[in-house]
């Protein structure tokens, strides 16, 4: 007597890196095309003479330390995207256009504090 056997897909939003593993599972049930999408380079761009690194030893009154960078690459990472760019801006003009035009040159998107 044969029986049905239902594998459980994963829910679409699931990202996952397909390793060897995955290949030979895919396999054995029949699956030779699967969707894939490359992970997206994200640049993240901080700004402020205030904002000082999270390592300064002394913060000053009118500073705070730069603790948007940090948060933000981890969550880029977590939500399957690839930090590209991250640096921290004076407030010059100048430095943030060339900031942004590099930026834009190799990543998908841009995200600006």
Known sequence: MSRA????????????QIEDEHL????TVGCTVVPVRIRPR?????SGDEVRPPDSPQVLDHQIRNSGQSMLAMLVEAMGGEVG???HLPDR??????AVCDALT???L???I
């Open 85 to 87: 760019t991250i640096a």
């Open 106 to 108: 190799c990543c998908d």
């Open 24 to 27: 030979g599972v895919l396999a």
């Open 93 to 98: 003009p100048e430095a943030t256009n060339r």
């Open 5 to 16: 056997v239902t594998i459980p897909r994963p829910p679409s939003c699931a990202a996952r």
């Open 110 to 112: 841009l995200i600006t």
């Open 42 to 46: 994200i640049a993240i761009l901080t």
